[in-house]
């Protein structure tokens, strides 16, 4: 896609449609819970949205560098600098609204180091993500790599902090 990161500038390989479809069918046949709602009368529609939001996160993710798993940003704030990213590009892309489950398939694809835990679902997210031109470039051999052999990478163990929560006193009403 032009205006997009391309292997001739330097940037990631982008997988095809078919390889696109094959990486999904990883995602979703491990963590269900990434893939679009596909009951009831609007499954067509999950579905196609569901695809289009996963290409555009791929896009995206393949633009962003990589560091340290930060566990200070939230995810939310990644999918919203996912979505300036894909606005400010010269060529429209399949869409600029993204959802967290598309959004965490196209990074789990990517090898971008993780902290997802279905237990914890929706909660607890980390990754190693940097803002575009920050942090070590994105390869295009971890897709390959999904696609090889089937496997996802494993999510990275971070040592929990110990964790005290304020009582009721230290609390201020507002």
């Known amino acids: 896609m032009s205006g997009y990161p391309t292997q001739s500038d330097g940037a990631i390989e982008l997988p095809d449609a078919e390889q696109r479809a094959a990486l999904a069918q990883i995602v979703i046949g491990r963590y269900k819970f990434l893939g679009p709602d596909v009951s009831g009368r609007w499954a ?4 196609a949205d569901w695809e289009r939001q996963f290409e555009s996160s791929l896009l995206t993710v393949a ?17 919203d600098r996912a979505e300036d990213y894909l ?7 399949p869409t600029t609204t993204l959802a967290l489950p598309a959004f965490m398939a196209a ?4 090898g971008v180091k993780h902290t997802l835990d279905p237990r914890h679902w929706p909660y607890d997210l980390n990754l190693n993500l940097c803002a575009e031109g920050m942090g070590t470039k994105a390869s295009s051999s971890s897709w390959k790599s999904v696609l090889g052999t089937k496997r996802l990478p494993e999510a990275t163990v971070i040592p929990s902090t110990k964790r005290t929560d304020a009582s009721p006193s230290q609390v201020r009403s507002t």
């Open 87 to 93: 606005r400010s590009r010269p060529v429209a892309p």
């Open 107 to 110: 990074c789990l694809v990517m």
């Open 44 to 47: 067509e529609s999950n579905r």
């Open 63 to 79: 633009a962003f560098g990589r560091g340290e798993v930060d566990t200070k940003t939230a995810i939310q704030a990644w999918i």
